[in-house]
């Protein structure tokens, strides 16, 4: 039986490059490179790649880069995307849980819940992380972003849900404190243009979660900061309004 997020992206590229979160690729990468000092000698894995947005812009400012995503769609786009734009980015389809690279990138990047925390088990999620940690070489940087439970901590889960609520696509939504899970009947339209509805169910962490997990893998570096669509900076603070986290880890 498929997951929901299988289901949600096996026909969903082109809807996908239409979603409002897509405007902020710019600003996340102009803070990507300046993280790596705007080294072009870097190669870069994208876990999560979906369509291609942020490992095409890497690409056309110079980068070695490569895309992976779960959804044989999403790859297809983002194949079609390079060439229109006339970049080279190695993309091909891969379950994060299983990568097999060791010490292949200088940087990893994992936007907008590019494969973690979209597992239905935390040691799914684990596993992503420790792939991804795996994949870097000696004195690499993970940049990634998730969902921060700091969010539904602070509001009440009432608050939260109606924050969240979209009568056009969301029909029931669900916060489990025990679990930091959020369960959630969502309906959307394909490409195709079908109907469908899925039960997706997401976690959300919080900061000495994500700190603990990281040293685990040997990370020595963690900074976890606010991240709003499109403007990633050093000096913003996470802060119980921000509904995702930045984390930064050097190893």
């Not at 997020?5 to 710019?26: C, D, H, I, R, S």
Request: glycine content about 6%; proline content about 2%; charged content about 25%.
């Amino acid at each position: 039986m498929k997951q929901w997020y299988e289901v949600l992206f096996e026909n969903y590229a082109n809807a996908y490059e239409k979603e409002p979160f897509v405007a902020g690729t710019q600003g996340e990468v102009d803070f990507i490179e300046s993280e790596i000092s705007y080294n072009k000698s870097k190669s870069i894995l994208d876990i999560g790649c979906g369509t291609g947005r942020h490992a095409i812009e890497l690409a056309k400012r110079g980068y070695t880069v490569t895309g992976i995503d779960l959804s044989e769609a999403q790859i297809r786009k983002a194949q079609e995307n390079s060439v229109k734009e006339r970049v080279d980015v190695r993309f091909f389809a891969a379950d994060a849980r299983y990568l097999t690279f060791e010490k292949e990138f200088d940087l990893v990047i994992m936007i907008c819940e590019g494969a973690f925390p979209l597992m239905e088990t935390d040691e799914m999620n684990y596993a992503i992380l420790k792939n991804a940690s795996n994949a870097l070489n000696k004195e690499g940087t993970f940049i990634f972003t998730t969902l921060n439970g700091l969010f539904p901590l602070f509001h009440s889960v009432k608050d939260f849900i109606n924050q969240h609520y979209d009568v056009e696509v969301s029909r029931k939504n669900s916060f489990d404190l025990m679990t930091f899970r959020d369960h959630s009947e969502y309906r959307f339209v394909d490409d195709a243009g079908s109907s469908k509805a899925i039960k997706s169910n997401e976690r959300y962490y919080v900061p000495s979660e994500i700190t603990w997990l990281l040293r685990s893998l040997g990370f020595k570096s963690i900074d976890i900061l606010g991240a709003d669509m499109g403007d990633w900076r050093r000096n913003k603070s996470l802060t119980t309004e921000h509904y995702e986290m930045l984390i930064i880890a050097k190893t």
